[in-house]
């Protein structure tokens, strides 16, 4: 379907038991300005994911080049939020101003084109040793700044929405998605990756997921009105995120984190949920645990046990978990806009070393249903709106490395290893390691079967500490 062909067409969409009916412009970029949770300055990033797969033999590399440039142009004009560039208006002293998506014309060089046949190791090597983070090189693989280093748009370095770079090595080729966050979370991310994919299969993109990906954003999540109390949302303030205050602190000049993969498989989700469920410790007013609140609780437990010689037994940890809001304003699961908010609980290092994995998993279960909840969304959308200066606000807010953990989990997102033509299906999905944010876990597909792929920021002497646990090594492995 060529992008003259795209005709506007009324859109029903159902929010809070109220029906909007509005006629579709996709071209009209003002409709895709999110009104609330986009707005955050921690989000003026790029989000990078990468994709690994092995040299077709009977596709060569002009051939990629030229269906990955042919499919991100269909992309850019059919989704034309993704064509858009991100600009800033109206920042000044006090205000962070707003972010917006306006047209701009694309790119000269529709992706960027890299070859490191001699510079970087071979496929071969990546696929024996499951590629792990310790062998990508970030500033290579990516065409921009990775999260949390923020991005700086300008007329002659425009901050596109979406970039696109592949890279050859010998025997394989690594694409980089990458994706500016104000636009969207990871199942925004995930969708220009799944239309890329798409593209490369030679099919039309389906009407109805266009209509989902070019929904307008603008009245998306409705704001409480002034009769409606709002709910405390202090613990996410935190000084302006600025240079000399960035979103990742870090815990002291000599102390030295890095990322790591900990993939859990299938057979020790299982065991680890078992264990979870257990009615010791359990707290009877919560119905069920899922397989993210067994490993949130395992991780949070042990990356804890690890610290607890260091400070008192009553310190009070928080784990921070990110809660997709889709469901809740009644948005199909492929709106690609900032649908995030958070969870938090707090345990002390004490009841976090002595307590049974049941009474953690059921712990963090019990706070999840009490904030999932479209109140808890809507008053959260309204303090972010309603605070003038967004850097002053972030999901983890007072965030500290030493005793905290801030965690996110893709682990159940549908159709992140699709095929991509003759490139065929991924070996691996990666989020390339950036400056070092200890004290965060994030949870990814780990392969197409079901494992998970934990990506955690340890400090050396937590990572060592962790690797001696017995418990740990029989639940994990490390894949660096």
């Known amino acids: 379907m060529a992008s003259d062909k795209i005709k506007p067409k009324t859109t029903v969409l159902e929010i809070n038991n109220e029906k909007l009916y509005t006629m579709d412009d996709y071209s009209d970029l003002a409709r895709y300005q999110d009104q609330a ?37 269909k992309v850019r ?24 998506p306006v047209a701009c014309p694309l790119p000269e060089q529709a992706i960027d084109i890299a070859d490191y046949t001699d510079e970087i190791p071979p496929y071969a090597t990546f696929q024996a040793r499951k590629a792990p983070l310790s062998m990508i090189d970030t500033e290579r693989l990516t065409p921009v700044s990775c999260f949390p280093m923020k991005f700086e748009d300008s007329d002659e370095h425009p901050a596109h929405v979406v970039r696109l770079q592949v890279s050859f ?43 989902k990906a070019n929904l307008d954003r603008r009245n998306i999540i409705p704001l409480l009105k002034p009769h409606e109390k709002m709910l405390d949302h202090s613990h996410h303030k935190r000084p302006p995120v600025s240079d000399s205050t960035p979103l990742s602190t870090p815990l002291a000049l000599n102390v030295k984190a890095r990322y790591h993969i900990f993939r859990f498989t299938v ?3 299982a065991k680890l949920k078992y264990l979870a469920s257990q009615r010791e410790g359990f707290d009877p007013d919560v119905p069920f645990i899922s397989t993210d609140d ?8 042990h990356f804890i046990a690890v610290r607890t010689g260091r400070l008192p037994p009553d310190t009070k940890s928080r784990l921070g978990r990110q809660i997709d809001g889709r469901k809740l304003v009644g948005l199909p699961p492929d709106y690609m806009g900032e649908m995030a908010h958070t969870m938090n ?21 019990k706070r999840l249903n009490e904030t999932n909840n479209l109140y808890h969304l809507r008053s ?3 303090f972010i709106a309603n605070e003038p200066d967004k850097s002053t606000v972030t999901y983890a807010g007072k965030f500290d490395p030493a005793v905290d953990l801030g965690s996110s989990s893709i682990r159940t997102l549908s159709g992140v290893f699709p095929e991509f033509g003759k490139l065929g299906r991924p070996d691996f999905i990666r989020r390339p390691p950036s400056v070092p944010f200890p004290g965060t876990l994030v949870l990814y597909p780990g392969t197409p079967e079901g494992d998970c ?28």
């Open 453 to 480: 792929d934990g990506v955690a920021c340890l400090t050396d002497a937590d990572f060592e500490a962790l690797s001696a646990n017995p418990e740990w090594n029989e639940f994990v492995e490390h894949i660096g």
């Open 294 to 301: 067994a490993i949130c609780a395992f991780c949070w437990k």
């Open 380 to 382: 959260f959308a309204t």
């Open 345 to 365: 609980a707090w345990m002390t290092f004490g009841e976090l070393a002595e307590a049974p994995l049941s009474t953690i998993a059921s712990t963090l279960r």
């Open 37 to 73: 949770l986009g707005q955050l300055t921690m989000l003026q990033v790029y989000s990078h994911i990468l994709y690994f797969f092995p040299m077709p033999h009977d596709f060569s590399r002009d051939e990629i080049i030229s269906e990955l440039e042919a499919a991100i142009t």
């Open 77 to 100: 004009q059919q989704v034309p939020w993704m064509g858009a560039r991100v600009i800033n208006v109206g920042k000044k002293e006090g205000n962070s101003g707003t972010y917006r």
């Open 267 to 269: 057979a020790s989700m």
């Open 169 to 211: 090595i010998r025997g394989g080729v690594i694409i980089d998605f990458a994706f500016q966050h104000n636009m969207g979370d990871a199942s925004g991310h995930f969708g220009f990756v799944k239309l890329i994919a798409t593209a490369m299969r030679g099919e039309e993109f389906p009407p109805a997921f266009l209509e």
